[in-house]
């Protein structure tokens, strides 16, 4: 059975840093995406970076040098490295995962998409205050 479980988040002034985890148990795969989505109040989940199986990275353009997706070694826990943090931000940060059954070079999505996931995390509450 597969499980991902957040933490990390919590509050924390515009300009500072939080770093998520997510403990992953139960996925094993060679081909797979793995990602940080969150949601603000009244919006929709939007996906915020990715890490494909070949440890390609992608994320939204509006955390492009302040966040960075990465895993350890043995590929049991996700980390989101948020830097540079600003109150629109806040949000419930969720992780999730995807795999594939060909190769991972085959995928032609973004991984970006809440479509394309099949497991989820519970989430963990960022609140950035000005």
């Known amino acids: 059975q597969v499980q991902l479980v957040e933490s990390g988040g919590g509050s924390v002034q515009a300009g500072g840093s939080l770093r998520l985890s997510c403990a992953v148990f139960?996925?094993?795969?060679?081909?797979?995406?793995m990602g940080w989505f969150r949601q603000a109040p009244g919006k929709e989940r939007e996906g915020v970076a990715t890490?494909?199986?070949?440890?390609?990275?992608r994320y939204t353009d509006s955390v492009k040098g302040r966040f960075t997706i990465s895993q350890d070694s043995a590929e049991n826990t996700l980390y989101l490295q948020m830097n540079s943090l600003k109150p629109e931000d806040t949000a419930m940060y969720y992780c999730?995962?995807?795999?594939?059954?060909?190769?991972?070079?085959?995928?032609?999505?973004?991984?970006?998409?809440?479509?394309?996931?099949?497991?989820w995390g519970q989430g963990t509450q960022v609140t950035v205050s000005s």
């Open positions: 890490i494909g199986s070949n440890r390609n990275t």
């Open positions: 999730a995962s995807v795999r594939f059954y060909r190769p991972y070079s085959y995928y032609s999505g973004s991984c970006l998409t809440e479509s394309e996931y099949t497991y």
């Open positions: 139960g996925f094993t795969s060679s081909n797979y995406c």
